[in-house]
């Protein structure tokens, strides 16, 4: 399908005031009859049967002319959100899916739906150049940016769509409708609010949105950046599209969880959304939103059992609009053959001899199967020690896979942890330090502390390395500047906080050479005085 761009002027209705969305999801009247979780729906899908290994069998109406002048229309819409440069299922994976994308109807419209890039040793050895070249053999239509794109600083991400052929480029268009600069209210440099695709003369309209998701992006990323509410900017640009455009279908690809589904699904009239795909929270959903008139579906996939959502959309020109549709998951079982082409890019990447040293490195040998949670007390202390300060802390949701049994290479190394965290310190008081302690061993936030911190419910007094803490003393915390930024935590509330030049996986690598070549997490810090 040809892509259409929109034009860099703002469209003809005002963008409405960003504000923050209620924590109660409120009643669901009609139209809409139900409220989807982050759950697997169990929910049966209407007027189709729910595929979840293949391709859909839909029988669609026929008629006695020729096949030329048939008014059933299919609109086939693929997704894949959080990749994550193939840390959850490896970089083949990417290479079945493009296989699988290839052999569909060239009339496909196919989006990447956030998270893509960063997560593994390859992609963020290259800053995720090596998947721009996948995405662009496999002919994606449009690439949404999502919470993680922020990981490097945003300008690596919109660089692959400055007209420079040097640095990397995608052939397709980066989408984010509802970012934002602060400062002028413009949209992200290099970005557009949606794309236009035709289907045997359906238009189409794809909207590319990030959800309310700015809590899981460091503050330094984004300091001049706002996202606008994502439901009421797609109620605008559907509008845009329908009215200025003649556009028949609107889609909506958001990262985002479907918890907010509903919102979209009570838009109505101009603003009617057809279809949503989701993302951010890593969930096998294949569902719909009752609705009066035709339900609206909605898919996202989970990397683990699915690594690709189709959903399909039936299309009756004699009627002038949708009259039904399809939506699964695509079993990974499905995704099983690889594609030559895509193999051989990976694999011109992978087989550089200056990558393959940096990775290659064996920093220690763990001595057990280690998960997030395991690693991340060890990950606190390390930060305490390395940086001098009294307490480390950070966040289990840094260490993203588990680390195995047996050598630990560099390579290893930057898929467990991908993050590039900088360690920010504070002075708190010891009393400060308590009521922080507290506070979180109490709630569900995830901050770890150090090994060295124990809370006496005898004396009622937190201790530091088994010495009371004082409550009018300072002492210095150090933590990765994710969780440190974050203005629900109290690390903020310190006096003469600064930023180190240690980086968090720096950091951890430089612990495991000191370990003298055999690893548990529970042994703690073995930083060398």
Do not use: C
């Not at 721009?132 to 002919?139: A, E, K, P, T």
């Amino acid at each position: 399908p040809t892509t259409e761009e929109p034009t860099t002027e703002d469209p003809t209705t005002e963008v409405p005031t960003t504000e923050d969305p209620t924590t109660e999801v409120p009643t669901i009247e009609d139209p809409t009859t139900e409220v989807p979780t982050t759950e697997e729906p169990t929910t049966e899908v209407p007027t189709t049967e729910e595929h979840t290994t293949e391709e859909p069998t839909t029988e669609v109406p026929t008629t006695e002319e020729p096949t030329t002048s048939n008014p059933i229309v299919e609109i086939n819409l693929f997704s894949v959100n959080d990749f994550h440069g193939g840390a959850y299922r490896g970089m083949e994976m990417i290479s079945r899916i493009g296989y699988y994308l290839k052999n569909q109807d060239d009339s496909s419209i196919i989006l990447t739906n956030g998270d893509m890039l960063q997560g593994s040793a390859l992609s963020n050895y290259y800053h995720g150049r090596v998947l721009v070249d996948v995405l662009n053999d496999i002919g994606f239509n449009g690439f949404v940016i999502g919470n993680h794109e922020f990981d490097w600083g945003i300008d690596v991400v919109l660089n692959y769509r400055d007209g420079d052929l040097e640095n990397g480029e995608l052939n397709h268009p980066i989408l984010a409708a509802n970012i934002v600069y602060k400062d002028t209210q413009e949209p992200l440099e290099n970005t557009v609010p949606y794309i236009i695709e035709e289907v045997e003369g359906v238009s189409v309209g794809v909207i590319g949105l990030i959800g309310l998701v700015m809590n899981s992006i460091a503050v330094s990323r984004t300091e001049n950046i706002e996202f606008l509410d994502p439901v009421e900017v797609a109620a605008q640009y559907a509008r845009d599209l329908r009215v200025n455009r003649d556009v028949d279908v609107v889609v909506v690809y958001v990262h985002e969880g479907s918890y907010f589904n509903y919102r979209y699904a009570n838009l109505s009239g101009l603003e009617r959304i057809d279809a949503v795909f989701n993302g951010h929270t890593h969930q096998n959903e294949a569902s719909y939103v009752s609705r009066d008139g035709l339900d609206m579906p909605y898919a996202q996939m989970n990397n683990y059992n699915t690594s690709l959502v189709h959903i399909q959309l039936i299309y009756d020109k004699s009627f002038g609009g949708l009259v039904s549709f399809n939506v699964y998951g695509i079993n990974n079982s499905v995704l099983s053959t690889n594609d030559s082409d895509i193999d051989l890019i990976l694999s011109n990447y992978e087989t550089d001899e200056v990558y393959q040293s940096y990775i290659s490195e064996v920093l220690t040998v763990a001595q057990g199967n280690f998960g997030r949670y395991d690693l991340v007390q060890w990950g606190s202390s390390v930060i305490r020690d390395y940086v001098g300060a009294d307490i480390g802390a950070t966040n289990a949701g840094g260490f993203r896979v588990s680390m195995y049994m047996g050598n630990v290479t560099m390579g290893d190394m930057i898929t467990i942890y991908p993050f590039d965290n900088v360690i920010k310190t504070s002075e708190m008081t010891g009393q400060q330090i308590q009521d922080f302690y507290l506070e979180i061993l109490n709630g569900s936030d995830d901050v770890v502390f150090d090994d060295g911190l124990y809370y006496n419910y005898s004396t009622q007094r937190l201790e530091i390395n088994g010495e009371p803490i004082i409550l009018d003393q300072y002492y210095t915390i150090a933590a990765v500047d994710y969780i440190f930024d974050q203005t629900k935590y109290d690390f903020i509330e310190g006096i003469n906080i600064q930023q180190t030049i240690h980086f968090m996986r720096d950091l951890l690598v430089e612990d495991l050479r000191n370990t003298g070549g055999s690893f548990n997490p529970s042994n703690g810090s073995n930083y060398i005085d």
